[in-house]
């Protein structure tokens, strides 16, 4: 089945320093990818999402290249802001079986920017 | 456009107590699904509909109830609470059944206890 991880957290750092979140999978087919922010007391909203492989996805300043030979999709920011402390979560979904459409989520990584 | 709106924010119930999660989208969107949110585990699919009348099992459904009389709306049924099912749920809905490449819409989230 379809599955996802995602670098523990929580992660701790500066205004201005660079931002890793690693994610990988297991799918079967081609998923598509997704990288979702939840803000505090609020629900999920996109960030950004590749639906092939060597696609990037961008937005907000954030970054993350679908790398089907790594089955990984590692969210990156040059440099944080405070106001991008929030909950991340990497996930799929895929057309293949009985997935059809459903998402994947992985457990979510913890991001917290101090000024 | 509200989007997808979820009511109620918050309850507390009794264990063996029964209630509905309401949720309802004004975007026309054919698919919808409920999940729930659990520290350290991400979002797990629950149940989910890919359109009026049409309704299938996710990942964790027992416990739970859904129909779908309408393409606005989808409420989540709790038959007998359990402390088990102290959670945060999330409904979310996008345009197509099948879209595996689609975004999905969140609501705001209810936060459940159950004592």
């Known amino acids: 089945g379809n599955s996802v991880t995602q670098m523990e957290g929580p992660v701790t750092l500066s205004e201005e320093a660079f931002l890793t979140i690693n994610c990988t999978y297991t799918?079967?087919?081609?998923?598509?990818l997704f990288w979702y922010v939840q803000y505090p007391g609020e629900g999920l909203q996109l960030l950004l999402k590749?639906?092939?492989?060597?696609d990037k996805g961008s937005n907000k300043g954030f970054e993350a290249t679908y790398r089907k030979e790594t089955t990984s999709f590692h969210l990156e920011k040059g440099s944080v802001q405070v106001s991008d402390s929030a909950v991340y979560f990497c996930?799929?979904?895929?057309?293949?079986?009985?997935?059809?459409?459903?998402?994947?989520f992985g457990q979510g990584t913890i991001l917290t920017v101090h000024p | 456009n509200a989007g997808v709106t979820q009511t109620p924010k918050f309850q507390v119930l009794k264990t063996g107590q029964s209630m509905t999660l309401q949720c309802a989208q004004d975007?026309?969107?054919?698919?919808m699904s409920w999940y729930r949110q659990d520290p350290g585990m991400g979002l797990r699919l629950i149940h989910y509909?890919?359109?009026?009348?049409?309704?299938d099992q996710g990942e964790v459904p027992n416990g739970y109830n859904v129909s779908r009389s309408t393409t606005e709306d989808f409420p989540l049924r709790l038959l007998s609470a359990a402390p088990s099912q102290t959670s945060v749920y999330f409904c979310?809905?996008?345009?197509?059944?099948?879209?595996?490449?689609?975004?999905?819409?969140f609501g705001p989230g209810t936060r459940l206890l159950v004592l």
């Open positions: 979310a809905s996008s345009t197509t059944p099948g879209g595996w490449q689609e975004t999905q819409y």
């Open positions: 799918a079967t087919g081609y998923p598509s």
């Open positions: 590749a639906t092939k492989a060597d």
């Open positions: 996930a799929l979904s895929n057309a293949g079986g009985t997935s059809y459409g459903k998402l994947t």
């Open positions: 975007m026309n969107h054919e698919y």
């Open positions: 509909s890919v359109g009026a009348g049409i309704t």
